[in-house]
């Protein structure tokens, strides 16, 4: 496995990640534990920033919190300057509550509620992403009531289709997401800010997709966008100001990933974006990269419970989590992978595939993966969790979800607290028809 970020394997022949030792973080906090690389994620945000700097073009970074967000990770995207990109009303109430500074957020989403647009609102937040004309008139309404006038980007399905996994394409114009752009729905949305009184439009917004390795989709959408902007330019006189390119940056989950290092990335998009608006004004370019900032910062530690050998066939390693916490393996068949914190310098003896805990046989993390002799008892890293695993776990089965620790320097500190059992049925009401729990004693 491939180390990442801060982690080493130390003198007791355990992994470290940000100078902690992995088996004392699962003595601490207990495991399954997701274990998040702080000087790594900072170190991932830099090189975007350094990379944009690079290219001089006016620049905004910022972060999709949908990929992980919790308070602690919306401190740190403030401390870091970037923006954020919300796509619910429970992203934005844990951003503002971080105290993210509202001009810097911005909010997505291709249903966007009544509520959420009121909360956004009055929260100051400093634009929307309009993705549809129903949202169009609602926010064109909500802000001339406010007697304001609210920034808009416009959400456009470019066409391009990312290479990547089919559920993850969202740039084809077959999508739920944003205004079509062949039958000149962008146009007409356009239009309809330009002569309204509550809204004040910016630029142009999209998103090709994720887990994208290559640059030549970027290309193809800047070309597509730059095209727009022309056209909106000569068409209406409208400037486009901005142009956000979405995020998708592919990383390396194991080794038949082979991402481009995100300067070439931003390199090639920096290149496509002075050719496409060459001889007029250049917008200023937005990226919102989720995955690519946390994705192989995030490590989940599980202990090894169960293991089940079938002679001649496969031996199953049973773990204390599974797709309630990852539900990626089981959604799209991601493959993830791992090692033995433990026991992290010995050499490979056996294949094994790590089962869950959860009861349905779909429940596997990694198939056919060489390790050292797995033994219960023994603590199981998974490396490459950071992105859509907490933001994505859930309860199923009725399993707690993992605490959160975020390490650097030697410190571990817990930002999310493991859920405990009284979490569980915290929300839940019994009927009053249903007679107390002593009704349910046999009696005597
Ligand atoms: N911007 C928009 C409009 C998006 O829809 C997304 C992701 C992003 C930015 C961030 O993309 P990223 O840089 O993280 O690739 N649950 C799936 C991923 C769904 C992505 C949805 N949109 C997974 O686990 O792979």
């Known amino acids: 496995m491939k180390l990442r ?39 991932r945000i830099r090189s975007f920033v350094e990379a944009f700097e690079k290219t001089g073009l006016s620049y905004r970074m910022a972060y999709a919190s949908k990929a992980f967000s919790t308070l602690a990770m919306c401190r740190l995207v403030a401390e870091e300057g970037l923006h954020l990109d919300v796509v619910s009303d429970g992203e934005l109430y844990t951003a503002l509550k971080a ?16 509520d959420e647009l009121v909360m956004a609102l009055d929260a100051g937040i400093g634009r929307f992403v309009a993705d549809n004309f ?8 909500l802000a001339r009531d406010r007697g304001r006038r609210v920034k808009v980007i416009l959400r456009t399905t470019p066409g391009v289709e990312a290479h990547t996994h089919h559920y993850i394409q969202t740039g084809q114009e077959d999508s739920k997401f944003g205004f079509d752009l062949e039958s000149g ?34 290309r193809l959408a800047v070309r597509k966008m730059a095209a727009l902007a022309a056209e909106c330019r000569q068409s209406l006189g409208f400037r486009t100001r901005i142009l956000n390119l979405g995020g998708g940056f592919g990383i390396r989950y194991n080794e038949k990933d ?38 192989e910062a995030g490590t989940t530690l599980y202990r ?17 989590g599974g797709m309630n ?19 992290a310098g010995e050499e490979p003896a056996e294949t094994v595939s790590i089962a869950g805990k959860l009861c349905e046989s779909g429940d596997m993390l990694i198939w056919d993966i060489p390790l050292p002799r797995v033994n219960t008892g023994d603590l ?28 650097r320097d030697g410190e571990a500190s817990e930002v999310v607290r493991r859920e405990t059992l009284e979490d569980l049925i915290r929300n839940d009401r019994v009927p009053g028809r249903m007679g107390a729990p002593e009704s349910l004693m046999p009696s005597e």
């Open 5 to 43: 970020g801060t982690s080493r394997i130390n003198e007791q022949g355990h992994l470290e990640i940000g100078g902690c030792d992995t088996v004392e973080l699962a003595h601490r906090f207990g495991t399954p534990l997701y274990v998040m690389d702080e000087t790594m994620i900072r170190r």
């Open 99 to 114: 105290g993210f500074p509202p001009e810097r957020i911005y909010f997505h989403g291709n249903n966007k509620t009544l």
């Open 380 to 407: 199981l890293a998974v490396s490459c969790t950071g992105a859509y695993n907490y933001s994505m776990a859930n309860n199923y089965n009725r399993l707690r979800r993992p605490a959160v620790v975020f390490v």
């Open 185 to 218: 729905q962008v146009h007409q949305a356009l239009k309809q800010c330009l002569t309204s009184e509550g809204l004040e439009p910016e630029g142009f917004h999209c998103h090709i997709g994720s887990q994208i390795f290559e640059s030549d989709g970027f």
């Open 304 to 320: 090894v419970g169960t293991v089940k050998e079938i002679p001649g066939l496969r031996k199953y390693v049973a773990v204390d």
């Open 258 to 295: 082979q991402p481009m290092p995100v300067d070439h990335y931003i390199a090639a998009i920096a290149e496509e974006v002075r050719q496409g608006f060459a001889g007029g004004e250049l917008p200023q370019i937005w990226l919102e990269p989720g995955r690519s900032i946390v994705g």
């Open 134 to 141: 129903t949202e169009l008139a609602l926010l064109d309404q």
């Open 325 to 343: 916490d990852n539900p990626r393996p089981a959604l799209y068949h991601a493959s993830y992978e791992a090692s033995l914190a433990n026991r």
